[in-house]
């Protein structure tokens, strides 16, 4: 059974977590999952402002989940005898129900053997569910719940060629910018378009880093990159420890009997490897030693946790796994809007291994400002005036790749 509160966090990671599984398998389940859940957290999380909230209530009309479930009765009252029956085999719904109260959830293992009926029923009770009392929706919009929703989305329209998405990301990205963020540091929450007086904690400046940086991974504009920047260097001023370790809180938030320093993940990953891994990408894109070293140093503590709650370390050990392969990075150049070009890139973002650090760009062209603002992306020329592709280590390239195939053998484990 499902927990029927609906949070962003939930389902922005669920949403990566199931890109990451149909890229390497192909499975087409994860791919209508990752589809289906990008498409729900637009439909139902989505502010005027274009910012994300932060969850839905479990309860409506004083019972857990009964905006969702359904009964073989409803099922048949609102699509008729046939088609009742037949969504109630499809979806799981059974006499004795799987929930409460005789109720059943709508399951879905399996992509149904017929497309327009399924999209027929589906239609006719989405309607009907509208005419429910909804749950009620938290409103506030949370810094570092939408950095990773702006990083889920923006990879699931790059991926899953949807447009709409990557614009979605983009707008979030932009309320950050402009309502959360303050030179470089960020307000925890937002409500109706105007900043709430909390101060960001780590995970905020962590977790919109890192969406900044997969947004630039999908756009190439190096607006995002600038804005992670921002936030990063507040993260090394304002929450070290001294020893390679970060607190929870600024050096200038509200005083507390003991500053709090958990690196723990678990349901969000931890600020503390959040923060490593957006360091760690930031790093990859700029050349900084500066940002390379404090993320190995932030995760000295995931061995160990690891080997005595590894549920506990999950990001963290995604984070080492990207800092022992080098991290890779993959500048991709090309003319602006060229087919040859988008296939390259769209190749790098769906081969690259978690964390690698993508920067596409227009090669030498010097008004290029992605080639401004992002190091990798110096002195990475055209081939013969068309796209290439450069993986690289520690800014040592390989030998540059101009077509997709090679690209993908390239990034092979």
């Not at 890229?23 to 498409?39: K, M, N, Q």
């Not at 991974?217 to 020893?243: C, H, Q, Y």
């Not at 891994?277 to 190995?296: M, P």
């Amino acid at each position: 059974m499902p927990h029927f509160e609906k949070m962003l966090y939930d389902n922005a990671l669920l949403l990566r977590a199931y890109l990451r599984l149909w890229r390497e398998t192909g499975d087409p389940l994860a791919r209508r999952t990752a589809l289906g859940t990008a498409d729900w957290m637009v439909a139902g999380l989505l502010t005027p402002e274009g910012g994300f909230a932060s969850a839905l209530d479990a309860d409506s009309e004083g019972e857990e989940g009964r905006y969702y479930v359904w009964t073989p009765a409803e099922l048949e009252r609102v699509l008729g005898p046939e088609d009742g029956a037949w969504a109630a085999g499809l979806f799981g719904v059974t006499p004795e129900g799987t929930f409460e109260h005789g109720t059943s959830v709508l399951r879905l293992p399996e992509d149904p053997d017929d497309p327009e009926r399924f999209e027929r029923v589906r239609t006719a009770l989405l309607a009907e569910r509208a005419r429910r009392v909804p749950p009620a929706r938290d409103d506030k919009v949370v810094a570092a719940w939408n950095g990773l929703a702006v990083a889920a989305l923006a990879e699931a329209g790059a991926l899953l060629d949807r447009p709409d998405l990557v614009e979605r990301a983009r707008t979030a990205a932009r309320l950050l910018v402009e309502v959360h963020m303050d030179g470089g540091r960020i307000a925890r929450t937002s409500r109706d378009g105007a900043a709430g007086p909390s101060a960001g904690v780590l995970e905020d400046y962590a977790d919109a880093a890192e969406g900044f940086l997969a947004l630039f991974a999908v756009t190439g504009e190096p607006e995002w990159t600038g804005a992670a920047g921002r936030l990063l260097d507040t993260v090394l001023d304002r929450f070290t420890d001294g020893s390679g370790a970060f607190y929870d809180t600024a050096d200038d938030a509200e005083a507390l009997i003991n500053r709090p320093q958990d690196p723990t993940d678990n349901a969000v990953p931890s600020g503390r490897f959040a923060a490593a891994g957006a360091l760690l990408t930031y790093s990859g894109l700029t050349g900084s030693e500066r940002h390379r070293r404090a993320a190995e140093s932030a995760l000295g503590p995931v061995v160990p946790l690891a080997d005595k709650a590894p549920r506990f370390a999950g990001w963290g050990l995604a984070v080492t796994e990207t800092l022992l392969s080098g991290p890779l990075e993959v500048a991709v150049v090309g003319p602006q809007g060229g087919e040859d070009t988008r296939r390259l890139h769209r190749e790098a973002l769906m081969a690259a291994p978690f964390g690698t650090a993508v920067a596409p760009g227009t090669g030498d062209a010097p008004d290029d400002p992605a080639r401004a603002a992002v190091p990798l992306l110096a002195g990475r020329p055209l081939i013969e005036g068309g796209p290439a592709a450069y993986v690289c280590r520690g800014f040592t390239c390989d030998l540059p790749v101009r077509d997709a195939q090679a690209l993908r053998e390239r990034l092979a484990p």
